[in-house]
């Protein structure tokens, strides 16, 4: 992508795409209410994208949690697409991904996905299932570069999130094995020893090129939206993918978005 496309011409195509995607591909609700869509991006956009990442070198550590046990360097690293990152990007680069992060922040793109996970969106807010449209949600579009040894146990999210949205970038099919699984709590499981004795692996969400899923964040005393990543084992490459993630509240570094 040699030539600089207007961000508002990548948003427009992204948004009208993707909007399409969501509303031909079904939900399922089990173990909870989510969705794996393939196509996610134009296909003929989806090799920009790949070619197009930032330099890694420009991605800061997700959390401290995310050490690697060698030389301690992260094994999840993360760019938000904030206008002050954006900035630090070349005139191309910067506007290929100011307009993704347009359009998975668009009003529309959050009503299609709410009311397409509409029965545990309803079940959380107790509201009935046609009205879930007109929750507040606000996106944080973010890039991940994750590496051998990272490793996230079945966790429910937070419920400052409303709906967890995950894009995978891979370049080829060689990387199938690297996707986010789905877990149901084993009853009367021993609570002591690994993480996978507690867990049942209900579902794995291959991670092939321009695919991603999402799903309904509830974390309640009778439903919890179970998740997670098992060790990256070596060899596995970089595991890149863009989380936009639906908060209840607007974050401010990420409002210009919306605009």
Same mark, same amino acid.
């Given at each position: /992508?040699?030539?600089?496309?207007?961000?508002?011409?990548?948003?427009?195509?992204?948004? *009208?795409? &993707?909007?399409? @995607?969501?509303?031909?591909?079904?939900?399922?609700?089990?173990?909870?209410?989510?969705?794996?869509?393939?196509?996610?991006? !134009?296909?003929?956009?989806?090799?920009? &994208?790949? =070619?197009?990442?930032?330099?890694?070198? #420009?991605?800061?550590?997700?959390? *401290?949690?995310?050490?690697?046990?060698?030389?301690?360097?992260?094994?999840?690293? /993360?760019? !938000?697409?904030?206008?002050?990152?954006?900035?630090?990007? !070349?005139?191309?680069?910067?506007?290929?991904?100011?307009?993704?992060?347009?359009?998975?922040?668009? !009003?529309? #793109?959050?009503?299609? /996905?709410? *009311?397409?996970?509409?029965?545990?969106?309803?079940?959380?807010?107790? +509201?009935?299932?046609?009205?879930?449209?007109?929750?507040?949600?606000?996106?944080?579009?973010?890039?991940?570069?994750?590496?051998?040894?990272?490793?996230?146990?079945?966790?429910?999210?937070?419920?400052?999130? +409303?709906?967890? /949205?995950?894009?995978?970038?891979?370049?080829? @099919?060689?990387? #199938?094995?690297?996707?986010?699984?789905?877990?149901? @709590? @084993?009853? #009367?499981?021993?609570?002591?020893?690994?993480?996978?004795?507690?867990?049942?692996?209900?579902?794995?969400?291959?991670?092939?090129?321009?695919?991603?899923?999402?799903?309904?964040?509830?974390?309640?005393?009778?439903?919890? =939206?179970?998740?997670?990543?098992?060790?990256?084992?070596?060899?596995?490459?970089?595991?890149?993918?863009?989380?936009?993630?639906?908060? *209840?509240?607007?974050?401010?570094?990420?409002?210009?978005?919306?605009?």
């Amino acid at each position: /992508m040699d030539t600089v496309v207007s961000s508002r011409s990548v948003s427009s195509r992204v948004l *009208e795409h &993707l909007l399409g @995607r969501i509303e031909r591909t079904p939900a399922l609700d089990e173990p909870f209410s989510h969705i794996y869509l393939e196509e996610v991006f !134009p296909p003929d956009l989806y090799p920009d &994208l790949l =070619s197009q990442l930032p330099d890694p070198e #420009l991605y800061d550590g997700a959390n *401290e949690r995310h050490h690697g046990d060698g030389d301690g360097g992260y094994v999840r690293s /993360m760019f !938000p697409l904030t206008r002050a990152n954006l900035a630090r990007l !070349p005139a191309a680069q910067r506007e290929l991904w100011r307009g993704v992060g347009a359009a998975l922040a668009a !009003p529309e #793109l959050q009503r299609a /996905m709410f *009311e397409k996970l509409a029965r545990d969106l309803a079940f959380r807010y107790g +509201v009935a299932a046609s009205r879930v449209g007109r929750l507040e949600g606000y996106s944080r579009p973010t890039l991940y570069r994750e590496t051998e040894g990272f490793e996230i146990p079945p966790h429910p999210d937070t419920r400052k999130k +409303v709906v967890t /949205m995950h894009l995978y970038l891979p370049a080829d @099919r060689s990387q #199938l094995g690297l996707g986010t699984a789905l877990y149901r @709590r @084993r009853a #009367l499981a021993w609570p002591l020893g690994t993480w996978q004795g507690r867990f049942a692996k209900v579902k794995q969400f291959a991670f092939q090129p321009n695919s991603g899923y999402a799903f309904v964040v509830n974390n309640s005393l009778t439903r919890k =939206s179970w998740h997670g990543r098992e060790r990256l084992p070596a060899g596995a490459g970089v595991r890149n993918t863009l989380l936009n993630t639906f908060y *209840e509240t607007l974050r401010e570094e990420f409002r210009d978005n919306r605009n």
